[in-house]
């Protein structure tokens, strides 16, 4: 157990549709990650927070977004629904030092779109 | 940004050595070495991480030559449950704004 808490595990919806993916990092991580996985890719970087604040940006939709609350806690939204955006969506959390910094995954949320 | 690029693929047998070279020819002085471990449909678990010379823990070594233009992950003795997807990351320490990558799958045979 990765200490990161992923919800719900698994979403079925319809195109067109919107859901929102929640992730609790680690007590004490202030940093969160989203990552998309789509079926046998890499993961690809959406976005981080920071302590409540957008820290980095990657390949994040514009019909995709997200936010982190002042428990830390993270929520991805994701609008819109097209096919392709079925995947599994990671979250993780990490303490950003300098050294030696390890982000601990979720157990993903598994997102069909039918 | 540096740039990895490490093997698709690799095969190896119960009990043999593993290493997985990756090469990153970009990296920038404040740059760690990274590795992760990815089941399917888990999430990827850090392996270890280094920035010179050898790193060693519990499940793996990390080698880095004195130029840092590339690394190895060696897995000694691997079994079945070592097949995985491997991924090597290099960025500042909590740079994980990178991604992935494809990563090497790795499968070990009885």
């Known amino acids: 157990d990765s200490g990161v808490t992923q919800t719900p595990k698994h979403l079925i919806t319809a195109t067109g549709q919107r859901v929102t993916l929640r992730c609790s990092p680690r007590?004490?991580?202030?940093?969160v990650y989203w990552y998309q996985q789509s079926l046998d890719q890499g993961l690809q970087f959406l976005i981080q927070?920071?302590?409540?604040?957008?820290?980095a940006k990657g390949n994040i939709l514009e019909r995709f977004s997200a936010q982190q609350f002042p428990d830390l806690h993270s929520e991805l939204n994701l609008s819109s629904l097209e096919l392709g955006d079925s995947a599994l969506y990671f979250c993780a959390s990490s303490v950003v030092r300098e050294e030696n910094t390890e982000a601990f995954f979720g157990q993903g949320t598994r997102l069909t779109v039918v | 940004l540096a740039k990895t690029t490490q093997p698709i693929s690799m095969d190896s047998y119960e009990g043999q050595e593993v290493n997985i070279t990756c090469s990153h020819n970009?990296?920038?002085?404040?740059?760690?070495i990274t590795w992760y471990q990815q089941f399917p449909s888990q999430g990827p678990r850090f392996i270890i991480q280094?920035?010179?010379t050898k790193v060693t823990n519990e499940v793996a070594s990390l080698f880095i030559p004195a130029d840092r233009k590339s690394s190895t992950l060696s897995l000694p003795r691997v079994s079945l449950s070592d097949t995985a997807v491997y991924y090597c990351?290099?960025?500042?320490?909590?740079?994980?704004?990178?991604?992935f990558g494809a990563g090497t799958t790795v499968t070990v045979r009885a």
């Open positions: 990351l290099v960025g500042d320490g909590g740079d994980y704004k990178l991604s």
């Open positions: 280094g920035y010179k």
């Open positions: 970009n990296i920038a002085t404040n740059d760690y």
């Open positions: 007590s004490g991580d202030l940093s």
């Open positions: 927070y920071y302590n409540g604040e957008e820290r």
